[in-house]
C-alpha cells in the first residue's frame, strides 16, 4: 500500500482518503492485526500513510491471549508438522467458502436450477471455477505477484482486445489491425506474468 502511495500511476486513479483506508482495514482484517499495527492517513498534498507496530500491544497480547492449542486428530499416520501445517491452512479452505459468496467473481449464486442433476452440474461448473482461479493464484504466487482472486479477476478483465478491420482496395484483402487496451501498471504485470501476449490473435 505504501509502494502505491509512493509511485502512483501517472494514469490511475488518484488515491483518496476513504479509499486508501478501506484497504488498509481490509489488509489488517486478520486476528489481532488492529491491536498490533497503528496506521494514519492523511491529505496533504497527496494522501500519506503512516503505520508502525505496537511493541507495548504486541506484549500485552502475549500475555493475555496468545497460548496454546491442544488439536484433536485421528490421523495418527500423520508426523506432528503435517497435523500442524493442515491446521493453519484452514483458513484457506474458509476463504474458498467466502469467495463462493462474492457474486461478482467465482459465486454459486444465481442458481436458475431446481431438479437434483442441474444442481449436480451447476455445482461441479462452480468448482471447476473455484478450481481454475485457485490455480491462477499459485500461477501468479510463482511470479511473486501477492494478489487475491476478485483483485486478480477484475484487472484481467478489463485488459481487451480490440481488432479494426480496414476494408482492401477492389480485390485486396481487408487489412485487419488487432490492439489492445490501455493497461494500467497491475493489469500490465499480470499480463506479462501470465505471457497473454501468445494468445493475441
Known amino acids: 500500500m505504501q509502494e502505491k502511495l509512493n509511485n502512483p500511476s501517472p494514469k490511475g486513479r488518484k488515491p483518496k482518503v476513504s479509499s486508501v483506508t478501506k484497504q488498509v482495514e481490509q489488509i489488517l482484517s486478520r ?23 505496537d511493541n507495548q500491544a504486541f506484549e500485552e497480547l502475549k500475555r493475555t491471549s496468545l497460548g496454546k492449542t491442544i488439536l ?8 506432528a508438522e503435517e497435523i500442524i501445517l493442515a491446521y493453519r491452512d484452514q483458513y484457506e479452505i474458509e476463504q474458498c467458502f467466502k469467495q463462493m459468496k462474492d457474486p461478482s467473481w467465482v459465486s454459486w449464486d444465481p442458481c436458475f436450477h431446481w431438479t437434483d442433476h442441474k ?17 491462477l ?27 479494426i478491420i480496414y476494408p482492401g482496395k477492389r480485390a485486396q484483402e481487408p487489412v485487419v489491425v488487432t490492439m489492445l487496451t490501455e493497461m494500467d501498471r497491475e493489469s500490465k504485470k499480470l499480463f506479462e506474468a501470465l505471457e497473454l501476449a501468445e494468445y493475441v490473435v
Open 31 to 53: 486476528q489481532f492485526m488492529k491491536t498490533l499495527f497503528w496506521y494514519k492517513v492523511t491529505d496533504q498534498e497527496g494522501v500519506k500513510l503512516e503505520f508502525g507496530f
Open 119 to 135: 444442481i449436480k452440474v451447476h455445482s461441479f461448473y462452480c468448482f471447476v471455477a473455484l478450481l481454475l482461479s485457485s490455480l
Open 137 to 163: 493464484l499459485r500461477e501468479l504466487a510463482n511470479k511473486q505477484i501477492n494478489i487475491s482472486v476478485p483483485g486478480a479477476l477484475e484487472k484481467l478483465s478489463k485488459i481487451k482486445e480490440v481488432r
Open 72 to 79: 484433536f486428530t485421528d490421523r495418527d499416520d500423520w508426523p
